[in-house]
């Protein structure tokens, strides 16, 4: 069953490190904390240890709360994997926790999985009705079973089986018996990268985290490329045929942090030339300019920059987020989320009282908390509220690794179109960024878009 989302979240972020020169652990720990943002209610560490078992540290909550520095440095071992999650269930159990542990007929085995399979419903039932005993909800479970039943020689053609059946996006990493393991889908959906240390290595979700281990950005992994890690030494193979190019182009618009760079791109610079694209928009319809640029924070601010700089239109940080309040998305109903959001936003007054203010936002799923900050806004005084959106309108749900309500329940299709949710947020004007806007903007590459235009890669 998945969840009432109220926002678009990422489910997962993943990290190994192989290091010559002292416990893995503790690079992993550093690492987790870069790639919070990509999972916030759970986290977990295993680490191959010089007594030849896992060991495992996991919990509920931030990794500062379930990763315990402590805890962390008792976890030995030259090899280790990290995972952060986003659960897509109302009630998660504990045992879903990654990353997932088991005993396989290839030796001792711990996995964790950024992305969703497409085919869990008909790769559960084949499992449980060959005799598999499931004990948790997560598809990464399905791939264990397939690589345990799969009958092969070896590890890589066991994987190779597994990966195979699995029909979807998934970044993997991997540890079995003592060697790590990264492997991308064949669409190359969610991103992986590879880092050097000065004794080491380390595969990550995003760049940010091989910078806070002060590692060096090598590559991406490309789709269906296995990276296998043994003493220190990296060998790469094309374990899975390459299907059609489709990374996800919502990791450039709203996942990955700013200062990541994601399918060999810069986050930062990608959001900014949205932003651009929206004021040359404007400009190409003679739009009247407002008097003064007011990003939503944080993630709208890159495309504001960006819409400023093209239009010439002074930016001002009038909407101030505190950082001490919980995600809005979590709270049971409207009335308490809401007031979350007053609780979360404040307006600067005097920076937007009787001028046209334009706010720049990356995205709107459902419209609440759009609506919210279109009021709080007027009632600072603005003369006139209108909103640009630095990307199409998320009309499509998503089941590559993404958290998203129902299609009925997105605000373009409740409210038929542009102009019907414009009546709903209460601004003045509302525009979007156009598919050939955002494919500029991103460099025209291959993305997958199917959250916008519906067409999926499998």
Not at 25 to 40: D, M, P
Request: charged share 20%.
């Amino acid at each position: 069953m998945r969840s009432k989302a109220y926002e678009v979240h990422e489910e997962c972020g993943v990290i190994g490190v192989v290091r010559a020169d002292g416990p893995a652990a503790e690079l992993v720990h550093r690492g987790l904390f870069a790639l919070q943002h990509r999972g916030q209610e759970a986290a977990g560490i295993v680490t191959w240890g010089p007594t030849k078992e896992l060991h495992h540290l996991k919990g509920r909550g931030l990794v500062s709360e379930c990763l315990p520095v402590y805890q962390v440095k008792a976890l030995a071992g030259s090899v280790a994997i990290g995972h952060v999650r986003y659960s897509t269930v109302t009630m998660d159990r504990s045992e879903n926790i990654q990353p997932f542990l088991a005993t396989t007929p290839y030796g001792k085995f711990a996995i964790g999985h950024n992305g969703n399979l497409k085919n869990t419903d008909a790769l559960r039932s084949r499992l449980e009705a060959a005799g598999s005993l499931l004990s948790t909800t997560m598809d990464t479970e399905l791939i264990v079973h397939l690589l345990a039943r799969s009958g092969a020689k070896s590890f890589v053609d066991a994987l190779a089986r597994a990966a195979g059946e699995s029909l979807g996006a998934y970044s993997l990493v991997m540890i079995c018996e003592g060697v790590l393991y990264a492997l991308r889908d064949p669409h190359g959906i969610r991103p992986l990268v590879l880092g050097e240390l000065k004794a080491g290595w380390v595969v990550a979700s995003e760049t940010c985290a091989l910078d806070a281990l002060g590692a060096t950005y090598v590559r991406d992994l490309g789709p269906g490329e296995l990276l296998t890690i043994e003493n220190n030494r990296l060998t790469s193979r094309q374990l899975l045929p390459v299907g059609r190019p489709a990374p996800c182009v919502f990791e450039l618009v709203y996942f990955s942090r700013p200062d990541s760079r994601v399918f060999g791109q810069g986050v930062h610079g990608a959001r900014t030339r949205m932003g651009e694209r929206l004021a040359m928009q404007d400009l190409a319809l003679g739009t009247p300019m407002p008097d003064v640029i007011v990003p939503v924070p944080d993630s709208g601010f890159p495309a504001a920059v960006g819409y400023a700089r093209q239009s010439g239109v002074a930016l001002e940080k009038a909407i101030i987020r505190s950082h001490y309040v919980g995600r809005t998305f979590i709270l049971p109903d409207q009335d308490s989320r809401s007031h979350s959001i007053r609780l979360k936003l404040s307006v600067i007054r005097e920076a937007v009282c009787d001028k046209r203010v334009l706010l720049i936002d990356d995205s709107i799923v459902r419209g609440n908390t759009s609506r919210e900050i279109v009021a709080m806004v007027r009632s600072a005084g603005a003369r006139e509220v209108g909103m640009r959106i630095a990307s199409p309108p998320l009309a499509w749900p998503c089941y590559l690794g993404i958290d998203t309500p129902d299609r009925d329940e997105l605000v373009i299709n409740q409210h038929r179109d542009e102009e019907g949710v414009r009546r709903f947020i209460g601004c003045d004007s509302l525009r979007y960024l156009t598919i050939d806007g955002l494919a500029e903007a991103t460099g025209r590459q291959p993305f997958c878009m199917g959250c916008m235009n519906g067409d999926y890669p499998l």
